[in-house]
């Protein structure tokens, strides 16, 4: 297969996070809103052009109160940071259809070095004829190197947010015309 564009169809994707709560338990959530930018050969990842967007106002943890203050200035002050920002820099392949894909994070105003580990899940075509690809994504993150740095002690001592907050997520993309 060629170099081709694809579009994220959002219907059919999502962008999952879990981070360590009172260090006992993992609280989860996701961003509802995302898109991409996705250049890419997806059975040879290599040479793939990816630019992932968040909006980090979608968050969503099932607690109102609880995502009002995850959107406020004591962590992503989506006022002033309203779009955490993934590109691909370089694509290493695993084995065959697994990739670390390393890339330039930018999330509360700081750019860091990420990798994800991407899985090409495979491609068809739907009933309507569109040719469509899926893949899959897991990564960790240190909040803190974002500057996301608020949290609240407790009495048995430990925290109560914990530092690594781990992604993990599923696109479908459709070949652009």
């Given amino acids: 297969m060629t ?3 694809w579009a994220v169809d959002t219907a059919h994707s999502n962008v999952d996070f879990s981070i360590k709560h009172m260090m006992i338990a993992k609280t989860n959530g996701a961003f509802h809103k995302f898109d991409a930018e996705i250049e890419a050969d997806p059975t040879d990842l ?3 052009n990816i630019v992932f967007n968040v909006d980090v106002a979608s968050i969503d943890t099932r607690n109102e109160d609880r995502d009002n203050h995850l959107r406020s200035a004591d962590f992503f002050d989506v006022e002033n940071y309203p779009t955490m920002t993934f590109k691909s820099t370089s694509i290493e392949r695993k084995d065959e259809d697994e990739y670390n894909v390393t890339g330039d994070l930018t999330l509360h ?9 991407v899985t090409f899940e495979g491609q068809g075509k739907d009933p309507w004829g569109n040719e469509k690809v899926g893949f899959s994504a897991e990564g960790t993150v240190n909040r803190s190197d974002y500057g996301l740095t608020w949290n609240a002690a407790l009495e048995t001592g430990g925290v109560l947010v914990g530092d ?3 992604f993990s997520i599923s ?3 459709a070949k652009a015309e």
Avoid: D
Wanted: a positive charge.
């Fill in 164 to 166: 690594k907050v781990k």
């Fill in 46 to 48: 290599t040479t793939a």
């Fill in 3 to 5: 170099k081709a564009k």
């Fill in 171 to 173: 696109l479908e993309a």
């Fill in 109 to 117: 105003g700081v750019t860091k070095s990420e990798t994800f580990v």
